[in-house]
């Protein structure tokens, strides 16, 4: 008996420290799962297994292996198209793209890959766009077994009970209807989001360098019709003909082949200029998938006074300058003709010798620092990622190869080719998702072990008496939905399966309704910035409000909940 109070005080600390305090998640269950350790009620052996859980280091693969995919075309084609038309068939086609890109990789990349498409969108304010984003994600990820963390986590619980494993296509049906009626609600809505514009000169400190290609489609059009002066966050300064500077150029000046464009814009801007068509970006050509460094010219640099090219940056550095920086002050000539200062903010694409440079450097540059952008692959390397990834889920979906081992084989071939690099990987790891995952599977077999899960089970199934098995199953939905919006959705899953679980077997019913009660459950953060991760990615940067979500949330959180509850009972009969 004692052993279900310990479990019980251990699990009313987590919730309780959940709410009330700002300790991260991870900390919080590491710390209960030492507590567990200390009182000897849980075996580090046990709990060593539970960190090498196969659902778990799938879902660690999948994070890693996003890394790649964010940086092919496939992103800056569903950038392309979610940039024309009106708000609604916008809205329409990001969130049936970003639903499906989800369902095949973790939907929290997919959010944090997209993120900067809708900052260059040039038609709508963020805003408009990033609610949208992260509840499409939502959605996607309930299509599949691998579409969100959450889902892997369940399915480790599943395991950990002898139950078989969840199939791939498991929550398909029910996602795809969550999805067809999320993005009907969510077209009108979206028109009741805020537009904040923050298209400000001052915040543009970066100055670019683009030439028009011979051949192009801008050549023979003016500025205006190219759309050059309607770029978010991207501020046409100048233009360059025949090294002849036009500093103020009119809206109708006519581009031609050889053109230089000089632009003042955000590190996004890198990325916005590779995806015009007939432009190329200073350095573009070796540009491909490398992540972009920060670096600041120190005082005593030797390339103070001199220009890239006299300097012979790349040679000696083993990397290509893409945007300078200094202060706010408006910059004038191409990058190549200005004069570098100590102050001066590079922003490079690095070369295999750079990293092992660096030390050697520290002369020249008082402060370097790792960007979370990067450039975009060229089209055979993209298509090799795109091609590679949808190989392994094939294999995965036919049997042919287990998804963990696809995966390991497939981020071994980015590192090989050089299109991640361990730098990247180290960044992405997602270390506190695994020890909540690891920590949390170890509460949960403390619930069960001890009966606390159990007796749970049955204080629900007594004060839903009358309501039968539909009134518990709604019960495990609502409790999963509440600790999803107030302590995040990876810590509601952990926290409510045990319980759902009980109740099925006190009912003497097939457990799978109420797993899938707690799968769509643990998904459904619609009202809260915080349940969910990629609800908490596009809050800061769409400068939104509480009042956004609940505005947003509120109508979309009863329409997937009515239709969730009304099939699971259709597609998993008790």
């Known amino acids: 008996m004692w052993e279900q109070g310990f479990v019980l005080a251990v699990l009313l600390g987590i919730i309780t420290c959940l709410i009330t305090t700002r300790i991260k998640p991870s900390i919080i269950f590491a710390s209960a799962a030492f507590i567990a350790f200390l009182a000897g009620m849980a075996e580090l052996n046990t709990i060593a297994a539970n960190f090498t859980n196969s659902s778990l280091l799938t879902l660690i693969l999948l994070i890693l292996a996003s890394s790649a995919l964010e940086k092919t075309r496939l992103i800056s084609w569903v950038s392309a198209n979610i940039s024309k038309g009106c708000l609604g068939t916008v809205v329409a086609k990001l969130g049936v793209s970003t639903?499906?890109?989800?369902?095949?990789?973790?939907?929290?990349?997919?959010?944090?890959?997209?993120?900067?498409?809708?900052?260059?969108?040039?038609?709508?304010?963020?805003?408009?766009?990033?609610?949208p984003l992260s509840y499409a994600a939502i959605f996607g990820g309930t299509l599949t077994l691998i579409g969100t963390s959450t889902n892997l986590i369940i399915n480790s619980f599943v395991e950990d009970a002898g139950l078989p494993s969840l199939s791939f296509f498991s929550p398909t049906l029910i996602g795809l209807a969550v999805l067809v009626g999320g993005v009907l609600v969510l077209i009108p809505l979206s028109y009741l989001l805020p537009s904040y514009e923050e298209n400000h000169q001052d915040d543009l400190p970066y100055f670019l360098e683009a030439r028009v290609e011979p051949g192009s489609p801008l050549v023979g059009k003016s500025i205006a019709e190219n759309n050059l002066r309607a770029l978010r966050k991207l501020f046409l300064a100048e233009v360059i003909r025949d090294g002849k500077t036009m500093p103020s150029v009119d809206p109708d000046f006519v581009l031609s082949a050889r053109d230089r464009l000089l632009f003042c814009g955000d590190i996004e801007s890198v990325a916005?200029?590779?995806?015009?068509?007939?432009?190329?970006?200073?350095?573009?050509?070796?540009?491909?998938?490398?992540?972009?460094?920060?670096?600041?010219?120190?005082?005593?640099?030797?390339?103070?006074?001199?220009t890239l090219k006299s300097s012979q940056f790349r040679d000696r550095f083993d990397a290509v300058v893409v945007a300078i920086r200094r202060g706010h002050e408006r910059l004038e000539g191409g990058l190549g003709n200005i004069r570098l200062q100590a102050g001066d903010t590079l922003v490079l694409v690095p070369g295999k010798h750079f990293e092992s440079q660096r030390h050697a450097n520290r002369r020249e540059f008082v402060q370097v620092n790792d960007l979370d952008s990067s450039a975009k692959l060229d089209g055979n390397k993209s298509t090799l990622v795109l091609v590679g990834f949808a190989l392994v889920i094939g294999a995965a979906l036919f049997n042919l190869v287990p998804i963990i081992k696809g995966l390991a084989v497939f981020l071994l071939l980015m590192l090989i080719t050089g299109i991640v690099q361990l730098g990247e990987l180290r960044r992405r790891f997602p270390i506190d998702i695994a020890v909540i995952v690891g920590s949390a599977l170890t509460i949960a077999q403390l619930m069960i072990t001890s009966g606390l899960s159990n007796k749970m089970g049955e204080m629900f199934i007594e004060a839903f008496n009358g309501w039968g098995i539909f009134g518990a199953l709604v019960a495990t939905y609502l409790i999963t939905l509440v600790l999803t919006e107030l302590v995040t959705n990876n810590a509601a899953a952990a926290l409510a399966f045990p319980i759902g679980y009980s109740m099925a077997l006190g009912y003497g019913v097939d457990p799978m309704p109420f797993i899938m009660a707690v799968l769509f459950g643990a998904s459904a953060s619609f009202i809260s910035p915080y349940g969910y991760q990629t609800n908490l990615l596009v809050y800061s940067v769409g400068n939104y409000r509480m009042t956004d979500y609940i505005r947003i949330g509120v109508p979309i959180s009863i329409v997937y909940s009515v239709l969730v509850l009304t099939l699971i009972p259709l597609f998993f009969p008790y």
């Open 99 to 131: 639903a499906l890109l989800s369902s095949f990789t973790n939907n929290t990349a997919v959010v944090v890959s997209l993120i900067g498409a809708i900052k260059r969108n040039q038609q709508y304010a963020p805003s408009k766009l990033l609610i």
């Open 272 to 306: 916005t200029l590779q995806e015009i068509q007939g432009l190329t970006l200073f350095g573009q050509h070796h540009l491909n998938g490398q992540s972009f460094v920060e670096v600041v010219v120190s005082s005593s640099s030797s390339i103070c006074d001199k």
